[in-house]
């Protein structure tokens, strides 16, 4: 799956560190309402270009898992600042 890597030179592998370093940055940095999306460019960094495969909850079970989630930032970022702004797909 990453045979690619081993026929590049070191200039090649500097290059693509940073691609994926940027790629983790952006996700990283998501906030507010971004933090609910998956991230297809994310997975556009990797070499092999297939459609992700998801599978979508019910409505009832992803909201569960919606709030579960905003439940774990309250855990393990408690002094994270409120972005009370409403999403404006």
């Given at each position: ?20 370093r940027a790629g983790i940055r952006t996700h990283r940095d998501s906030t507010g ?57």
């Amino acid at each position: 799956m990453d045979d690619d890597l081993e026929h590049m030179d070191r200039d090649a592998l500097v290059a693509e560190v940073k691609k994926l370093r940027a790629g983790i940055r952006t996700h990283r940095d998501s906030t507010g309402h971004d933090l609910c999306w998956h991230h297809p460019d994310l997975w556009a960094l990797l070499p092999e270009k297939t459609e992700p495969a998801i599978a979508v909850p019910p409505w009832e079970k992803f909201m569960r898992g919606c709030i579960r989630y905003r439940q774990s930032l309250d855990e393990q970022a408690p002094g994270a600042p409120v972005h009370d702004k409403d999403f404006n797909g």
